[in-house]
């Protein structure tokens, strides 16, 4: 099971600070399944609008933090020359059957996992959820399209 730090992360995915939502990816098989953690922190610039006095993320980010673990997942994919998808950007197609369960607070810990599920070409499925304390925080089924261009530098 392979694992990724922050700077591997960055080197896959587009998404920088305050946009970047895992932490580390504690195992992934690529082109299947990724889990990663999000340590969620009372400095997140979201909590100082939600909500001031009772801070929770909220859940598109969780959403959006699941989705970045399927991202890793659908980039570290080898190519047929032998590459894999860095410079390359998924972007959402739909959410669908998103579910909350337990909300997220400062000095949570998000397990996070996503299992592709289906592909078809540049557009693909993902199941994902997001746990804190091994109690289901979200679970939702994201799609995805994966464009041939290439993010400019």
């Known amino acids: ?6 700077q ?3 080197d896959l995915l587009p998404h ?3 946009f970047l939502l895992i932490d580390r990816v504690v195992g992934y098989e690529p082109g299947k399944w990724a889990k990663a953690i999000k340590c969620v922190s009372a400095n997140e610039p979201f909590f100082m609008g939600h909500f001031p006095q009772k801070p929770v ?3 598109v980010l969780i959403v959006e933090a699941i989705a970045q673990t399927g991202a890793i997942a659908l ?3 080898e190519n047929e020359d032998g590459s894999n998808g860095a410079g390359r950007i998924a972007l959402f ?8 369960r337990e909300q997220v607070v400062p000095g949570d810990v998000l397990e ?3 299992n592709l599920t289906k592909r078809r070409g540049p557009v693909g499925v993902g199941e994902g959820e997001a746990l804190v304390n091994g109690k289901l925080a979200c679970r939702a089924e ?3 399209v994966l464009p041939e261009e290439e993010l400019e530098a």
């Open 142 to 144: 994201i799609s995805f």
């Open 112 to 114: 996070l996992t996503c």
């Open 75 to 77: 980039l570290t994919e």
């Open 57 to 59: 993320m909220p859940g």
């Open 16 to 18: 920088r600070y305050p």
């Open 93 to 100: 197609g739909g959410i669908k059957q998103a579910r909350f």
């Open 1 to 6: 099971m392979s694992e990724l730090d922050i």
């Open 8 to 10: 591997q992360i960055k």
